[in-house]
């Protein structure tokens, strides 16, 4: 009872001696840095991207051997082919199209062979149903997915010819009203395909960084307390400080210096987020189109800096206590695999958990402290917790943070006192007994 009353200022001075020593360190700045910058590029990938699309165009020539085409045919297959490009004159066009007559035909094949156009798309008519039939010569993908947009477009602009001689058009059949209703009076509209494939992004890479910051900080408090244990610098620190206070500071000191890691990283990424649109400007002379912070908002934002502090909390007291088991920075790797599997269990319950949030073992499992950083935090991000389900799991995380606290005082304390022997559980659970 008495290493609870006098948990500080001893377990403060630990804290402050790990935190210093820990971003002192040359790796440590240069991981910082790299990490950094990583996840700073990592933000400009959707530039990236739109770059790439951006740049590359598609030459082709249409060579018309058709009679009676509709007076938009050209405009229709153009509108397909190019989207909303067509009237943006600064807008890119994915293809270049030039239209030709059958007299051209010879030189258009000529100027395919020799690689100056990517495809040649001819335009018959069939002489018996009076249909379009279109050729496309190419050396693209048959199944890739310019022919696939080539095949699209060719579709519509039958489609267009069928009904241009049955006396009507497209643009008159899609003038039937069609409205989309939500199912739910309270719901505040239908959600879209973007907003659930950049909800299932976000929630991925939340997901993933409370994995990666649970691995590698609850690591350096395992190797932290392997390493005096194996200088027998711990001997000397029981003397004027008990294993609890020294645990506590341990996780306290590398928790401060992995969150000051992290905010670092978050920190590049939050700029990288804001660089977006003056970058894209920049690159390809817009904004572009995509949401603010990719959907990340301030509830998103709160409950995983929540969950990512307790679930760090939780699983580094067990990694301390499963550190103090070794007595060689060689041995912690294989000392803490049980709590390695739990992780890992958790991580992909939570990806898989992903595609079926709805289902009732997603729900149960996001209250189970051990999976609650993971499951919780991706129920939270797809939009479907209810404020009480949030509050519950942070109360059951806070009473097993204290559960784990003092089962891992008792292993810590008797751990530290074990050397040059294999620990097994029959010593751990002697030793935890008579543990201060």
């Known amino acids: 009872m008495k290493g609870w009353r006098s948990l500080f200022p001893n377990a403060w001075y630990i804290a402050v001696r790990e935190f210093r020593g820990r971003i002192g360190s040359r790796s440590f700045a240069v991981g910082t840095v790299l990490l950094a910058a990583i996840a700073f590029a990592a933000t400009q990938v959707p530039v990236l991207i739109d770059f790439t699309i951006g740049t590359s165009q598609t030459r082709m020539a249409v060579v018309v051997r058709a009679d009676g085409l509709p007076t938009d045919a050209r405009a229709m297959l153009e509108g397909q082919l190019n989207g909303s490009a067509v009237s943006d004159p600064k807008a890119h066009q994915a ?15 000529q100027d395919l062979e020799q690689g100056k156009l990517d495809a040649l798309l001819i335009i018959d008519r069939d002489p018996v149903s009076h249909n379009l039939a279109f050729t496309l010569r190419t050396d693209l ?8 947009s080539i095949d699209t477009a060719a579709t519509w602009l039958a489609l267009e010819d ?11 059949v899609a003038r039937t009203p069609f409205t989309v209703l939500p199912v739910s009076s309270s719901a505040g509209g239908t959600n879209s395909i973007s907003q659930e494939v950049s909800a299932n992004v976000l929630s991925t890479g939340l997901i993933v960084l409370i994995f990666m910051a649970i691995i590698t900080y609850g690591t350096w408090v395992a190797m932290s307390v392997a390493e005096e244990k194996g200088s027998r610098v711990m001997e000397l620190m029981l003397n004027a400080t008990t294993p609890l206070q020294m645990l506590a500071g341990k996780v306290i000191g590398n928790g401060a210096a992995g969150l000051t890691q992290y905010g670092i990283i978050l920190a590049a990424v939050v700029g990288g987020l804001l660089a977006q649109g003056p970058i894209h400007e920049l690159v390809l002379g817009s904004s572009g189109s995509g949401a603010p912070f990719g959907g990340l908002n301030p509830t998103v934002l709160g409950a995983f800096v929540v969950l990512f502090a307790l679930g760090f909390l939780l699983y580094s007291l067990l990694y301390a206590a499963l550190g103090s088991l070794v007595s060689r920075q060689e041995d912690v790797q294989s000392a803490t695999s049980p709590l390695m599997v739990l992780i890992m269990l958790g991580y992909f319950m939570s990806i898989f958990g992903l595609q079926a949030i709805d289902e009732t073992w997603v729900k149960v499992a996001s209250f189970v402290p051990f999976f609650s950083p993971y499951l919780m935090l991706a129920r939270v991000s797809m939009g479907g917790v209810a404020p009480w389900e949030f509050g519950l799991a942070v109360v059951l995380m806070l009473i097993s ?12 304390g008797a751990g530290v006192l074990l050397y040059g022997q ?5 010593q751990i659970l002697k030793a935890a007994r008579v543990s201060r």
């Not at 294999?422 to 029959?426: C, S």
């Open 95 to 109: 293809f270049a199209l030039s239209w030709l007559q059958a007299g051209d035909m010879a030189g258009a094949q």
């Open 141 to 148: 993908a048959a199944d890739g997915q310019t022919v696939r």
């Open 162 to 172: 069928g009904l241009a001689r049955a006396g009507t058009s497209v643009a008159a």
């Open 401 to 412: 943070i204290v559960v784990a606290l003092v089962v891992a005082a008792r292993i810590y």
């Open 422 to 426: 294999r620990v097994g559980l029959r």
